[in-house]
T-cell receptor
Framework: GAVVSQHPSRVICKSGTSVKIECRSL??????MFWYRQFPKQSLMLMATSNEGSKATYEQGVEKDKFLINHASLTLSTLTVTSAHPEDSSFYIC?????????????FGPGTRLLVL | QKEVEQDPGPLSVPEGAIVSLNCTYS??????FMWYRQYSRKGPELLMYTYSSGNKEDGRFTAQVDKSSKYISLFIRDSQPSDSATYLCAMFRSGTYKYIFGTGTRLKVLA
């Protein structure tokens, strides 16, 4: 299957700092990428849909000024958590939509664990 | 009512058992159905992808979709301890690429 990478895999930061997470599709072009958040023992919560070359679409309740998303190329999307606070500590996972070959599916990155002190 | 319902488990089975994992859904417009496996602290890994009703088999895994009952299943034959993970069902309807996920079922296969 297709490969999606995320960097960093883990980050610890102080409250008030900003953290950038990168999501890359390594062997296919992704016009659409998604950002999810996952709390322990809970399912994935979609935060936003990122479309290459346009503004992201945020889910209800997700602060767009808090979670900045940029999808500058067909293989890279970034999520920046601005002025992070302890309640932002979570597991952030991206996925990339692959619509090549007629099948429509999402491939997920390995996730980024954020801990805000 | 949630759009997708999935028993969170945990489900414990002995090694070699046949495992049945299920999801029900309420939106009859869903046409694409997936099963993902997620190990602890990792991203979900796509296991099975099914369009509309029917069965699909891949090695020890079989996915079934019954659209009339709004019910999907994943069967794992000859389960192994390495199958211990959380299994998430996901689905979406044509025209939107937003996946709707189940809560995930935690599976433990005991050696």
């Amino acid at each position: 299957g297709a490969v999606v990478s995320q960097h960093p895999s883990r980050v610890i930061c102080k409250s008030g700092t900003s953290v950038k997470i990168e999501c890359r599709s390594l062997d296919f072009q992704a016009t659409t990428m998604f950002w999810y958040r996952q709390f322990p023992k809970q399912s994935l919560m979609l935060m936003a849909t990122s479309n290459e070359g346009s503004k992201a679409t945020y889910e209800q309740g997700v602060e767009k000024d808090k979670f900045l998303i940029n999808h500058a190329s067909l293989t890279l999307s970034t999520l920046t958590v601005t002025s992070a606070h302890p309640e932002d500590s979570s597991f952030y996972i991206c996925s990339a939509r692959d619509s090549s070959g007629g099948a429509e599916t999402q491939y997920f990155g390995p996730g980024t664990r954020l801990l805000v002190l | 009512q949630k759009e997708v319902e999935q028993d969170p488990g945990p489900l414990s089975v002995p090694e070699g058992a046949i495992v049945s994992l299920n999801c029900t859904y309420s939106n009859s417009a869903f046409q694409y159905f997936m099963w993902y496996r997620q190990y602890s602290r990792k991203g979900p890994e796509l296991l099975m992808y099914t369009y509309s009703s029917g069965n699909k088999e891949d090695g020890r895994f079989t996915a079934q979709v019954d659209k009339s009952s709004k019910y999907i299943s994943l069967f794992i034959r000859d389960s192994q301890p390495s199958d211990s993970a959380t299994y998430l069902c996901a689905m979406f309807r044509s025209g939107t690429y937003k996946y709707i996920f189940g809560t995930g079922t935690r599976l433990k296969v005991l050696a």
